[in-house]
């Protein structure tokens, strides 16, 4: 006897008794776990399984069998709710961002974009010294390695923003920014800003706000990009 698989997006057809004998409760096309009972309803609707049907429910009752998940994490339903334990997108794109950050090799501090479309990940950058220069934790920029006070000398410095190096990256990789949105650990300079605005970024999500960044937020929505904090 054959029911169809429960997913809406997949429906292939599934052979009950076979699954049955072998305790498979799972579609072997997408991995959707099916309850049996369901089944075998969804069976006994069709005429010519009638038989087969009532065979299925007498072998459920002797199996104990475990339950499936109340809710599938393909239905749409499911999709579209966001759950206590499950991260909505702003929260998704930002913890990906601070593990991004993980990766920089400034010793001053570790600052990280991702540039997102259609819920994509389209490009990622650290801050750190440029591709192919000793990196700024092994010496690689001397203002960084020194004891310049916290801003100071920042035209000195030889680290690339995490923002700039998302978008260079792309531009690396021959990807299009147009209508990105671009998730960083902390608010744009006024630098980051500029690029933002010529590279066709249209949002900004910031976790943390960097030190006299007033002036590239206000340049950034002049610009008409949308900006906004988001703290996890
Ligand atoms: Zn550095
Ligand atoms: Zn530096
Ligand atoms: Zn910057």
């Excluded at 997949?10 to 099916?34: N, Q, T, W, Y």
């Excluded at 089944?39 to 005429?47: D, G, K, L, P």
């Excluded at 950050?101 to 801050?127: E, F, P, Q």
């Amino acid at each position: 006897m054959r029911i169809r698989c429960p997913n809406l997006k997949c429906r292939s057809l599934l052979d009950v008794a076979e699954a049955m004998k072998g305790k498979e409760l799972a579609c072997p096309r997408c991995g959707c776990p099916f309850h049996a009972p369901e089944a075998a309803e969804e069976a006994s609707n069709t005429a010519s399984a009638a038989p087969a049907a009532e065979s299925l429910q007498s072998q459920t009752a002797v199996a104990d069998l475990p339950q499936p998940a109340p809710t599938r994490e393909e239905s749409p339903a499911a999709t579209a709710a966001t759950s206590p334990s499950r991260p909505g997108w702003d929260e998704y794109f930002m913890r990906i961002a601070s593990v991004v950050a993980l990766r920089s090799n400034c010793v001053k501090r570790k600052v990280a974009a991702l540039v997102v479309k259609d819920r994509r990940i389209i490009s990622t950058g650290y801050n750190g010294t440029p591709r192919g220069v000793r990196n700024c934790n092994e010496g690689g920029c001397p203002r960084c390695n020194s004891h310049a006070p916290s801003g100071t000398r920042l035209e000195e410095c030889l680290c690339s923003h995490g923002e700039e190096n998302a978008i260079t990256q792309a531009a690396y990789h021959g990807t299009r920014l147009q209508g990105a949105t671009l998730y960083s650990t902390d608010a744009p300079c006024l630098l980051c800003a500029k690029m933002i605005i010529n590279s066709g970024i249209v949002e900004v999500v910031y976790h943390q706000d960097y030190p006299m960044n007033e002036g590239a937020l206000k340049l950034l929505r002049e610009a008409g990009v949308a900006v906004r904090q988001f703290q996890v």
